[in-house]
């Protein structure tokens, strides 16, 4: 299977046309084919609505989950597609809104609109940085917004914008208001993460970036937005990959699945059995697929996708 997500206790493969897998087991099939080679997929907060989308290509749907009735088409602009993974993520404002954030025209400029009416929420004058966007992730509490992507050297940034700010000023995406990602930082950013609506998890991969004094390669360091410091700083034996959050804990998903603690990169449990791509950034010109994987919405099940079935990870309990 291409895609996971979880939908209460089910295993869900919108890619796959909505197969679907009951906690036995059992699975619901599904007669639904896409005829577009969509390879990834994201569910709204509220589970009532979905993306799918191609990771290096420039073609996406947005989706009804109930009956997979299609909402509208969303598409990015060609200009080095093939070269960084498509960005788009699925989130709610404060007042309820799902929202879609994404760069339907521009490569460098984010856009947010209605989910569901696809009316654009960010219209006024933009002067957009020379920035790739990619992963973005609103905030748990939907006030603001993280993108892990890159600048061209090429170099892994991250970025965290006033999302509640950019609703009034657009030209609040194309600045870093709330972290600057060259600031105290040696090595290249590899992903990053919500561990709740005031900290983010940053990791950064194995290939220096200057001098910076703080965040320096093979790192994990955890920021917090409203103080605008770093909380926590910790070596790393090996990278990331992709990170799922968990609390104080993150998922890493770089060659196999391992639990870290995200104060210290501690090591707490590890899975070598199930094998994942050795992905470390989600750009570069030889494309490696993001693994497929999907954490439990309490946090306590972690499912990996095999080339014959689906490992479901009981996690252990977090502290």
């Known amino acids: 299977m291409r895609s996971l997500l979880w939908d209460g ?4 493969d919108l890619v796959g046309g909505g197969r679907r897998w009951a906690p036995d087991g059992t699975e619901r099939g599904s007669l639904l084919h896409w005829g577009f080679p969509f ?21 996406g749907l947005l989706l009804e989950t109930e009956e997979l009735r299609v909402l509208r088409e969303v598409n990015r602009s060609y200009y080095c597609a093939e070269d960084y993974d498509y960005p788009l993520a699925l989130g ?12 339907p025209e521009e490569y460098n400029e984010l ?13 006024g004058p933009r002067e957009p940085v020379d920035a790739f966007h990619s992963r973005p992730e ?46 105290g930082i040696a090595g290249e950013v590899g992903a990053a993460c919500w561990l709740d609506a005031q900290r983010i998890a940053v990791s950064t991969t194995d290939d220096p970036d200057g001098p910076g004094a703080q965040l320096g390669p093979l790192h994990l360091g955890v920021w917090s937005v409203p103080e605008r410091r770093w909380l ?32 210290t990169g501690t090591v707490l449990a590890e899975w070598p059995e199930l094998e994942l791509p050795r992905k470390d950034r989600a750009y570069g010109v030889t494309h490696v697929p993001s693994p497929v994987a999907a954490l439990s919405p309490d946090g306590t099940r972690l499912a990996v996708a095999r080339p014959d079935a689906i490992a479901v990870v009981d996690l252990p309990a977090a502290v």
């Open 9 to 12: 206790d089910d295993l869900l």
């Open 39 to 59: 390879d990834r997929a994201a569910l709204s907060p509220s589970g009532r609505y979905a993306a799918v989308w191609t990771e290096r290509g420039t073609k």
């Open 92 to 103: 709610r404002l404060p007042d309820g809104r799902e929202v879609v954030v994404h760069c």
């Open 111 to 123: 856009q947010v609109e209605d989910l569901v009416t696809g009316e654009r929420l960010t219209t």
């Open 138 to 183: 609103v905030s748990p509490d939907g006030r603001h917004l993280l993108v892990a992507g890159w600048v061209w050297t090429p170099v892994g940034t991250a970025r965290v914008h006033d999302l509640a700010a950019a609703l009034t000023d657009p030209a609040a995406l194309d600045t870093e208001t709330l972290f600057e990602p060259h600031s």
């Open 232 to 263: 926590h700083l910790s070596p790393l034996d090996a990278p990331t990959g992709a990170l799922l959050a968990r609390g104080g804990q993150v998922v890493a998903l770089h060659g196999h699945p391992r639990l870290l603690d995200a104060a």
